[in-house]
């Protein structure tokens, strides 16, 4: 579904990624992991648009999508949430979810201004999809309530239903379980299963190794920009290269173990 070939980004003289490669199937939960600073949630930006690899190819179901503008590549299927929340506070979850929905483009100005029978009828049946949306993450019952007064693990729930809108074929999700408690993690954990069993494919990039281990079926690990490892949660459990970019040569050869892998 998703192909990287020999990607590279440079911001001025720093090697930000060099020579990344990786492929997401159709269907299926993946992870992407590493330490702070190893580039994750900017291959995550070169996937979606919002940045210009330097050198390399971004394909997504056989269509280059170098050079498409973000809200093309969203049409194509991909969606995303963003590891520092963007949700509209002032807006209920219902609204928020609604405007990535976005279907009222095809009225024109005046049938906004004086709605006719369709019109309405249209935006009915958006509200029950906004409201299925946000189910699907646990939050319907609060549907109308401002986003601003949601918990922070509540917040990204919405930033999830919302991606959703778009009816993408890949998900991105960039640390969905940051600032949750464990029943939240739980709960999350079940509700990403269901969207895969759906027919999504799915990339998450997330530092609780628990939640990677348990979900994922193949990881792809990043250190500095490149790309040190991909296999199995067991091979990469076992892999000396990841645990010692998680831990340090010291620690790695002492046996420590990363939090979660056990």
Partial sequence: MLHLSSIAKNFGGLLVLQNISLTVPERGIFGLIGPNGAGKTTVFNLITGLLAPTSGTVE????PLNGLAPHRITRCGIARTFQNIRVFKEMTLAENVLVAIGRQDRYGAMGVLWPSARLRAAQQLERAEAKELLAKV????????????????????????????????????????????GAEKQQLMEEIVKLEGSG?????IEHDMRFVMGLCRQIT???FGRL??????????ANPAVVEA?????????????QGWS
């Fill in 60 to 63: 997504f179901r056989g269509q």
């Fill in 138 to 181: 646990g939050l319907a019952d609060k549907a109308a309530i401002l986003a601003g007064t949601l918990s922070y693990g509540e917040q990204r729930r919405l930033e999830i239903a919302r991606a959703l809108a778009t009816t993408p074929k890949l998900l991105l999700l960039d640390e969905p379980a940051a600032g949750m408690n």
């Fill in 200 to 204: 999504l494919s799915i990339l998450i």
């Fill in 221 to 223: 690990v990043l250190n």
């Fill in 228 to 237: 040190i490892a991909q296999g199995t949660p067991e091979e990469i459990r």
């Fill in 246 to 258: 998680y831990l340090g040569e010291e620690s790695a050869e002492d046996g420590a173990r990363v």
